[in-house]
């Protein structure tokens, strides 16, 4: 039994409070009070119970094995399940007209890959009990689905083995049997062009059932969330599929939204904003380019400044309470906090601080700003180099952060469960946001934008949404570095990048890399020859070592900007003001009159 919980969604201002609907797996009452009479079935019955609540037990489980596989399709098709029916109660209460004109009022959008089986299930219904013929099932189902894609990695592009699916959702397989091979057909006769490309666009191939494929081939819209994240879409990771469907394809820049991000967590900031531009900007956030006309007025840069500080006090405090290291709050807060990946770079940025690290131990004396590193991240549970990098995090954090000969220029902090009440304290007292993916693999990011928000200013290369504020900010006011997106992309299909090349000719990264394989930052000396191995003999899969230089010499620009303290606060000011455009509510809007078709009340 699918039991939901609803948990109310207040609106701001608006009288209107929407509903957010969770899905709890329970077994029925009826099988309890019937089992508790057949003693020889008790302990069966608890297992299969457990099995049941497992389900919604909690979100992604680890995948790593067989069985932990087949609970995800479990939870992934009793989530949807529970919610297409719901949605079909719902419009059967509020309609008199046919589920022939569903479309009219519903729109299904989903989100990634995971729910992508709810276009099997809404046929599935529609077919089998609503007994609709296939062809009128099938054009309310694709006008009613539409599809959000927020990656371009190909582990995240979902596929289920033909042979599970099969066995555990039988008619749900028969469907998608039936989506393919229709489909398939439709090339075929009408896409002769594309005949050889059939393996690729087919949604069951390779005993495998591609869920990116299906969501597109039953959508009536095909969105990616950053401007470059759509074109990557279009002109490479779905580009058959954009031949096939140009009109479906379009871009929703991801949005955060700047009441919980601005107004809540950073009440101080919030209320010197209000005090010059007035509270207009709290509903209206593109108000907030009226800070421009005080980005140099400098009573107002020494009354953020004093916002900064008094946050960064509080982070400072918290760190203490929390980790027992003791920060400079006068020092640079350099901040990544993000999902552990590779393409995340955490390790780019370990690299730099052991390269200061090393320049320091080397001449004491150097004169550098003190910079405070500070890393919040979880990794995937069967992840194990991303796990590793987390441990190498902690391992630099502790040689750094006990050496008396450094005089304390340096401090590195892994704060420990990183979640969104951690997120809230660190972001108001940044004053660099660390956005080095791998330029063409981070779909948009949001932490760059919240972080943004608060006046911090982003360190990043040329991917995701970082292009769209740089757009707007203008290259004076953001550190950009590193290859783009083209460039990468180029490398991978070309070839003709050696990292160890990289290696034999650069000092710095080959002692950084020599640490790594002799243990210095390790227990012992296999600690991290992984990590070492990864880059020097899978080729530096993610472009560490190709742009090391170019984000040493963009931090020491970074270096010489915060010395020059007013200049930094209008570039901080500056950020600020341009921030509005990454609200959530443009964002919502966009979706609700481009692809929902809705009007404001």
């Keep these: 039994m699918a039991v939901p919980y609803d948990i109310p969604i207040v609106g701001f201002e608006n009288s209107v409070v929407n509903s957010l609907r969770l899905w709890s797996a329970e077994s029925p009452d009826f099988e309890t009070e019937y089992l508790s009479t057949q003693e020889k079935q008790y302990y069966h019955h608890l297992d299969h119970k457990h099995s049941i609540e497992q389900i919604s037990g909690f979100l992604y489980p680890d995948d790593s094995s067989h069985e932990g596989r087949e609970l995800r399709l479990k939870q992934q098709y009793f989530l949807v399940s529970a919610s297409i029916q719901c949605i079909l109660r719902s419009y059967k209460k509020s309609s008199k007209r046919s589920l022939k004109y569903l479309a009219e009022k519903v729109v299904i959008q989903i989100n990634d890959t995971h729910p992508s089986l709810a276009v099997p299930e809404l046929m599935r219904i529609l077919l089998d009990e609503e007994r609709f013929g296939w062809d009128e099932a099938w054009e309310i189902t694709s006008n009613v689905i539409a599809y959000t894609n927020h990656t371009t990695l190909s582990e995240a592009l979902e596929t289920w083995p033909k042979e599970m699916m099969q066995h555990l959702l039988p008619r749900i397989y028969m469907i998608i049997d039936e989506i393919n091979e229709r489909f398939c057909k439709g090339i075929w006769f009408d896409h002769p062009e ?18 990116a494929r299906l969501a597109i081939v039953g959508s009536f819209s095909v969105n990616g969330v950053a401007k470059l994240h759509t074109e990557i879409l279009k002109k490479k990771e779905m580009k058959d599929f954009y031949t096939l469907f140009p009109n479906r394809f379009n871009n929703k820049t991801n949005g955060i939204t700047h009441r919980r991000w601005l107004l809540q967590v950073n009440p101080k900031l919030s209320s010197l904003i209000t005090d010059v531009i007035g509270p207009q900007w709290v509903k209206s956030p593109n108000k907030l380019i009226g800070l421009l006309r005080y980005s140099k007025d400098r009573p107002f840069l020494e009354r953020i400044d004093k916002v900064k500080h008094e946050n960064k006090q509080a982070l400072a405090s918290f760190i203490y309470d929390r980790t027992g290291i003791l920060v400079d709050d006068q020092s640079i807060f350099d901040v990544q906090i993000k999902r552990l990946h590779e393409y995340k770079r955490q390790l780019l940025n370990v ?59 340096l401090k590195v902090v892994f704060l420990e469960n990183y979640n969104v009440s951690l997120a809230e304290k660190i972001i108001p007292a940044a004053d660099i946001s660390e956005q080095i993916s791998t330029a063409s693999k981070e779909a948009s990011g949001t932490g760059n934008m919240k972080m943004m928000m608060n006046g911090a200013l982003t360190v990043g290369t040329l991917d995701g949404a970082n292009i769209e504020i740089r757009d707007l900010v203008g290259d004076p006011n953001i550190f950009i570095f590193g290859l783009n997106a083209d460039e990468v992309l180029n490398y991978y299909r070309e070839g003709g990048y050696v990292a160890r090349d990289i290696y034999n000719t650069d000092d710095r990264i080959r002692r950084v890399l020599n640490q790594l394989n002799y243990g210095e930052f390790g227990d012992q000396e296999i600690e991290f020859k992984d990590l070492y191995y990864n880059i020097l003999y899978h080729n530096d899969p993610y472009f ?54 809705l009007s404001k009340m």
């Design 351 to 409: 690299f730099h601080i052991i390269h200061l690290y090393n320049e320091l131990r080397d001449k004491p004396t150097l004169d550098i700003t003190p910079r405070t590193f500070i890393f919040g991240a979880k990794a995937a549970p069967s992840y194990h180099l991303a796990k590793e990098i987390i441990k190498l995090i902690n391992s630099v954090a502790s040689i750094i952060n006990h050496d008396k000969r450094i005089n304390g220029k």
């Design 544 to 597: 560490v070592l190709k742009d090391f230089d170019s984000y040493i010499e963009t931090h020491e620009l970074v270096e010489q900007a915060y010395r020059d303290k007013l200049s930094w606060l209008n570039m901080s000011v500056t950020n600020i003001a341009y921030s509005g455009k990454f609200s959530s509510d443009r964002t919502i809007q966009e979706y609700a009159s481009e692809i929902w078709k």
């Design 194 to 211: 594309l005949r050889d490309k059939i393996p690729e666009l087919a949604i069951i191939a390779h005993d495998r059932v591609h869920m």
